[in-house]
Structure formats: C-alpha cells, structure tokens
C-alpha cells in the first residue's frame, strides 16, 4: 500500500507513466492476511467472488445465445475489490455499485436468481423490468443506495447526500461509494468529495482502477499517475493499493471505514487492478496489449485467494470445490428459475412514475 | 390575514415548514448568514441553525446529488438556486438521478428546487431565463410556477409535503412588486390545479407566472372595450390541469397562450397541442402564442423589451384572436 497524505508537499504528486503495469511495492503474485480469519469467514467471501465468476461467465454465453438483449457488462478480475469492501459494512451502512461489482452484490446477500431474473428483463422487485440488471438499488433489505446511471461520478454527490442524512440525525453509518477510474474526470467527483469533506461526512469512496475507461487508458484520462494523488486538494486522506488482494482490500478498506465512521469525514481509496473482460460483451478489446492483459491474469484476484486458502491457509481443496459446485448449480437454477419468470405486463408501463 | 409581498410569501412558507418539520432542510449558495441572494432565507439560520441552512460551495451538480440522496434518505431538502439558469449546471442529476429513481425503483424521492426565473429587469443572458419546459419534458418531475403571494406560499408547503421531485420557479420581477392578503394560518395550494384568476365568456387565455399580471391588466383593457377574457393561471405544469382550459375554451370558442420563455418548444405550445387535439371543435379562431423571441434575453432596455412579451404585445394577439 500506498499512503497519499494531505500534505501541501508538492512531492507527494507524481507524473503518470506508461511502465511498469503496476507499482512494485504494490505488486504480489502471493496473498495472506494480517491476522488469521476464520474458515466460515473466508469462505463466504471466496464464495461471493466465485459465485460472481460463474455467474458472469454464464451471462455472458447468455447474450452469446441472444438471451439477454441489450448489453452485458462483466466485473471479472475485479471481484476482490467489493467483496472486500463489503465484508466489513456494517448491517445499516449503505454502498453502491453497479452489477461490475456484483461480487459485492452476492457478499451483501444478494440472490443470483434475482439479479439474473433483472437481466432477463423479468418482472421482479424492485424494478420491475424498469432497469437493466447492471443497476441495483434496494435500500431496505441489501443498504443498496439508489444512485444515478452509468454516469459513476455522479453518486459521489449522491453518496455524500446519504452521508449527510446519517450525520444530521447522528446515526454512526458510513456511506461507500464504489466507482472506478472513468469516475474521477467528471466534476461531480469533485463536487461531492468537496462537500463531503467540508461538512466532514462519513463517505468512503473506493475507486477501482481498471487501467481503462471504456476504451480509453489512465494516460489520456488524467495528467497524474494515482487517482489518489488527488485527494490532497480536498484534504482527504487516501491510500492506493492492490485491489486484486483481498486482504489488503479489506486492511485499507476497514481504515477507511473506521475513519469516516468515526466522524473524521471522508477516505478515498484506490485499487489497481484490471477488468478481464471488455467495457461490455460487445467489446473486443483490442486497445489492451496482450502483454498487459497476460500481466494481470496471472494475478486473478480468485486465483490469488484460493492459492492462499489451499496453501497457507490451510483449507482443503475438497472444500474449495464444494464451493466451486455449489456456486455452477445455483448459476444453473437461477437460469431456469429466471427464464421461467413472466415478462412484465405492458399495461403497467406508466405505473409508479411518481410516489403517492 | 397579513399583507405579504410574494417574497414574504416565499420565506412565510419555507419557515413554517421547517418549524413543522425537522427534516425540512435548505441548501444553497449564501443562503445561510447572508440570507440568500433575494433575502428569501434572512433570519434562517438564526432560527433552525447551521445543519438546517447550510451554505454549499458553488457546485449546483454536486449538491443537487446530496440533496436529492438527502431525500430519498427520509430528508425533505429544499434547494435554492441562486438564479434558475444555474439549475443547467444540475441539470444531469435532476433529470437522470431525482427524477428517475422512483420509477426505476420505488424510492420517493421528496425534494424541492427553487429556482429563481424570469426576466424584465435588465438581468441579461444569464439571470432572465424561463427554464421550465427543460424539465416539463422529463417524465418524473413537477414543475410549478406561482404568480401571487397566496399561491407561492400555498404551492410551496405543498412542493415540500410531496414525495416526489418539485421544480418551484418563482419569478423574481415579482418579489417585491405584488403583494396582498395571505393567510397566517396553515394552508396548502395543491399541485397540479390551476386557477381562474379572471373569469370571460369570450376568450380563454391560458398563462402562468408573472404574464398572469400582464394578462389581467390586458382583460382589464378589453373589458373596457366590451370583450370579456377569463384568464386560466396554470399555476403547476407538471401535473397539468388541462380540464381548466379545456372547459373553459369549450365556454369562450377562443384560446391565447401566453408564456415568458422563449416561442419554440416553450410550455405554452403543449398547451396550444392539447387545445387542438381535444377542444377543436370548439374553436372558432386558431390558437394564437404570446411569447418571448427565439434569442437569449439581451441586457439593454430596448433590447430586453423587444424580446419579452408585454401588455401591448398580448393585447395585440387578443384583439387578432377575438377579431377572428
């Protein structure tokens, strides 16, 4: 990890670069916690990466068959990121992300045959056939804050909004905002982490720094090397690290959390890592260099926990691929559960524009 | 009773409701110590605090997020802009975010913009505008604009008490030129329910905002020369109350639209559509438009005047219509 300090020291900015793919200090081909972790706690959260993995995988044959219509967007190689995050919230905090963070989805309790059903178009809660299954929002059972669009730096605003709310009426939860690269360039970035920090609200935005905004690299996205480099114009703290770690996802994550809870105000934690897959199925990706691309597989966040759960971690395989199996046969059942839901009825189309 | 200027009004309303309601909250540009640019907020801050009025950095987007995010928390913020112009500088969050979250997820979304609108004070370009039919268009927002003390006051409380999105322009020429009898007890003026400020049998005109004065002083004119115009003050455009021109354009046969913001793609001309799709065969003259020009609202008098519909220029249009 990386510490960004809000220091005036002009030193601490540094100049973007194209090589190497990824900061030494940062880079690890071996992963282990600080402090042992239950079993029953890594694995629900080997769980939720493997499920979201296998779910991904079939979605995307899925819109291959033309099942799904429209567009899929994938999270792969991004799972440890919100799983990680999410480990540590507690029930009544809230967090956003769209389905590229689904693992974070499943590690919240999110059923996968109730996001399935949503790709599907199905008339399933909350939405209603309304929304892609790319966004989620469910507040009362999940802390799934509503948030806009595809536009992700516009729930920074939103995301000190709900922080707001829980200060004004004292309530000691934290907001955390997940959201990614492309994020940071628009101003509502800016706007909300202003505000938030001014009025000193628990929010903790997590940038999950996928080298490309669509198709478009850090280098033509901003004149800095770190997201995080930032954070110093709105005095707040930051650390960049290793997103495909899940423990140091969750050390750096559970700092922040601690932080902003506290009444400190907001963090803003970067994660490098890499989207395995394109910006959405559509996407051939042919503006990521092969040798870019075969960096970051060989450090698969997936791969890199269940290593360490089968090794050091003293798991055994067989439990692993328990889990494994689980995960294909709930994937399998959510399909058939989803394709045999109904379609929603057109008569509604207009219901529930406004509240009562 | 007591005699308010519609910026009395304005304040009367934003006070009571936070005095009945602790989670009515305000959020602006300098509306806290210094009472906001118009003075609608003066003496807010010293009654409900700095967490129930609080000064944002200027960042339309970024606290239009938090406060529509407020909202949907349980808040019931109420957002001022400094000019309605600045709403542009929002405009991605309230159209894509608090317009759209209820119908894509259920969730209310209980918050008021108000944004001070209109021209006719040599503002210029860029604090004159009429920005309403911007969002008239976006499914999942109300829009209202109030023409007197008692329906600004009234149609306030009632934005604040809705659960959902509420755009509230209040026209700025008006603040301190009209005033009359409010009520000080508790009252609300409901959305989406127009008003016959005036009431004729010969020719309908259909208007909203600060043109209600300019249209009643021109019914004024014409009843003295034997035409008797009953003028529909719309009060909401979202929701519409169409049944109020409708009935009425079925009573006079005769319809003038009459609207501050620019011709092309202004509210008026929905009006003039559902006019002719559901009352056609009532008239007997086309609809006739009243408003400004397709140009931004320039800064010199006789420029500003050019642009701007007036008295003389609705009065024109009437006699055409009437003369029909």
């Known amino acids: ?356 | 009773m007591s005699v308010r200027t519609y910026l009395e009004a304005i304040s009367d309303g934003l006070r009571d409701e936070m005095r009945r309601d602790r989670n009515v909250i305000l959020l602006g540009e300098d509306i806290a110590a210094f009472g906001g640019a118009f003075k609608i907020t003066r003496g807010f801050v010293e009654e409900f605090g700095a967490e129930r009025v609080i000064d944002t950095p200027i960042s339309e987007s970024g606290f239009v997020g938090a406060a529509s995010a407020a909202a949907i928390e349980g808040l019931r913020p109420v957002v001022e802009f400094q000019f309605a112009d600045f709403i542009a500088c929002a405009f991605d969050q309230i159209v894509n975010f608090a317009a759209k979250a209820h119908y894509r997820w259920g969730t209310p979304v209980p918050v008021v913009f108000r944004g001070p609108a209109g021209g006719g004070f040599r503002g210029g370009p860029f604090h004159s505008q009429n920005p309403e039919a911007w969002f008239t268009h976006v499914p999942g927002l109300k829009v209202v604009q109030p023409s007197t003390p008692y329906d600004a006051k009234g149609l306030l409380k009632a934005a604040i008490r809705d659960n959902n999105p509420v755009i509230y322009f209040e026209h700025k020429h008006l603040y301190r030129r009209i005033r009359e009898d409010v009520p000080d007890d508790d009252y609300v003026v409901p959305l989406g329910v127009a008003d016959i400020k005036r009431e004729g049998r010969d020719l309908t005109i259909v208007t909203y905002g600060a043109m209600v004065h300019e249209c009643l002083a021109v019914a004024e004119r014409l009843a003295s020369q034997g035409a008797q115009c009953e003028v529909i003050d719309l009060r909401s455009l979202s929701p519409l109350d169409k049944d109020s021109f409708l009935t009425s354009v079925r009573k006079t046969s005769r319809a003038l639209v009459v609207y501050e913001a620019h011709l092309t793609g202004g509210f008026g001309g929905e009006v003039a559509a559902i006019i002719a799709e559901e009352a056609f065969d009532a008239l007997d003259a086309p609809v006739r438009r009243v408003a400004s020009l397709d140009v931004p609202v320039p800064f010199a008098a006789a420029l500003e005047d050019a642009v701007l519909p007036n008295a003389d220029k609705i009065y024109r249009a009437a006699v055409d219509v009437l003369e029909y």
């Open chain 1, 1 to 356: 990890m990386r510490s960004i300090t809000p220091a005036r020291d002009r030193s601490a900015v540094s100049e973007p670069r194209e090589t190497p793919f990824l900061d030494p200090a940062l880079d690890r081909l071996a992963i282990r916690p600080d402090q042992p972790m239950a079993e029953v706690e890594l694995l629900a959260m080997y769980r939720a990466m493997r499920m979201a993995r296998t779910f991904e995988q079939k979605l995307s044959a899925l819109y291959r068959q033309g099942k799904i219509v429209g567009a899929v967007y994938l999270g792969m190689g991004q799972e440890a990121i919100a799983t990680g995050v999410v480990s540590l919230l507690q029930k009544d905090d809230y967090f956003s992300t769209v389905a590229r963070g689904l693992a974070g989805w499943f590690m919240r309790g999110v059923e996968p045959r109730h996001v399935l059903a949503r790709w599907l178009g199905k008339d399933v809660p909350p939405g209603h056939g309304r929304e892609l299954g790319l966004f989620l929002a469910d507040l009362k059972q999940y802390g799934l804050a509503p948030y806009h669009n595809g536009s992700m730096a516009s729930w920074i605003p939103s995301g000190a909004g709900f922080a707001l709310a829980f200060k004004y009426r004292r309530e000691p939860r934290v907001y955390a905002a997940l959201t990614g690269d492309g994020a940071t360039s628009p101003g509502d970035f800016y706007e909300g982490l202003n505000f938030a920090s001014i009025h000193k609200l628990p929010l903790v935005v997590i940038v999950e720094n996928n080298c490309f905004a669509y198709s478009t690299p850090n280098s033509l996205q901003m004149p800095v090397a770190n997201v995080a480099d930032r954070a110093p114009a709105f005095n707040v703290p930051a650390d960049i690290g290793f997103g495909n770690d899940i423990f140091e996802v969750r050390r750096l994550a559970q700092k922040a959390i601690d932080h902003a809870r506290r009444g400190n105000g907001p963090y803003l934690l970067e994660f490098k890592t890499f989207r395995q897959r394109g910006h959405g199925e559509h996407d051939d990706m042919a503006y990521v260099p092969p040798d870019l691309r075969e960096f970051w597989e060989r450090r698969d966040p997936i791969r890199l926990f269940q290593e360490y759960l089968e090794g050091e971690g003293g798991l055994a395989a067989a439990d692993i691929a328990a889990v494994d199996g689980e995960c294909r046969t709930v994937i399998d059942e959510a399909v058939a559960y989803a394709e045999g839901l109904p379609a929603p009825d057109p008569s509604t189309v207009t219901h529930r524009l406004f509240a009562e």
